[in-house]
DNA sequence: TTCTCTTTGCAACTTAGTTGCGATTTTGGG
DNA sequence: CCCAAAATCGCAACTAAGTTGCAAAGAGAA
């Protein structure tokens, strides 16, 4: 996995320091979009601190390495690219009731036809509803 | 528009407020989603109080009359529910280089079907790209 | 008009992300 | 292998945006 990593690396002229392959290495352990402070706490006490770690992910967007998510709340969400097609993430599926994000794999949609002129980078879903949990949990 | 704006209020069992009017006016007026601090600028001096209009908008989201709209950046956007569909609102298209935002009206795609046992309340899109002024301007 | 419940404004606060800068590390060249 | 230049990192102080608690004002039913 830390090969993997370096790889990545490698391949977007990044230098590869300490942090950016554990930062990484934690993200492709995640199975959701991940916050800073997600990362840090999976690191443990040798995480890069916080600014670090939020440079790191910038740079790793502007690479294209990895999408930050559009989720629910006040903090930023981020994901590994790979699991993504070119010019679309797949879905985020936000529980409006326990608040949990999941991804949705191997789903969707059609591109949407912009305006005459425009150009898409990315097109993102963001879904909002019932998980089948809480769905159940209120049913009693 | 105040009619307009008094009605919402109603159906949906909200007391009459002078900020809500004011907000649900200003709103009415915006042709794109909003901020907080825009609300306040379009009512000029006297615009409510900024926790007022916070505690306003989420109470219009709780009641369905108004959307967030998941767009880049750390500043919450909320929009009118009125033009968007039952199940997904219109995507919102943001250009990379110049950050702007606008509706993409009249479009939208097919509701993503969800593991078996969840319900979807909304589906939202969001695009990201470059629009034809900064594609011309770089076009030079 | 009065009473009750809701809404508002204010000021202080919290959280999440940002900035500036000196110290450290990476990497390419000798 | 060693060095210098350039990139990266960590820290502490800071900013922006949204939140909280509470007393005062307002809405609407009787």
Do not use: D
Not at 33 to 41: D, G, L, M, R
Not at 66 to 90: D, M, N, P, S
Not at 116 to 132: A, D, V, Y
């Amino acid at each position: 996995m830390k090969q993997n990593a370096v790889e990545l690396l490698r391949s977007s002229n990044l230098r590869q320091t300490g942090p950016r392959i554990a930062i990484l290495m934690a993200m492709m352990k995640a199975n959701a979009p991940v916050t800073q402070e997600q990362i840090a706490e999976q690191l443990g006490p040798l995480a890069p601190n916080k600014t670090t770690i939020y440079r790191t992910l910038m740079n790793l967007v502007k690479k294209n390495l990895v999408h930050k998510a559009y989720i629910e709340g006040r903090t930023w969400h981020f994901e590994l690219a790979h699991h993504c097609g070119q010019h679309q993430c797949h879905p985020h599926f936000t529980c409006s009731q326990c608040l949990q994000t999941r991804c949705i794999p191997g789903v969707s949609a059609p591109l949407i036809k912009l305006p005459e002129g425009f150009t898409m980078h990315r097109q993102q879903i963001r879904i909002e509803g019932l998980c089948s949990v809480c769905r159940n949990k209120n049913r009693r």
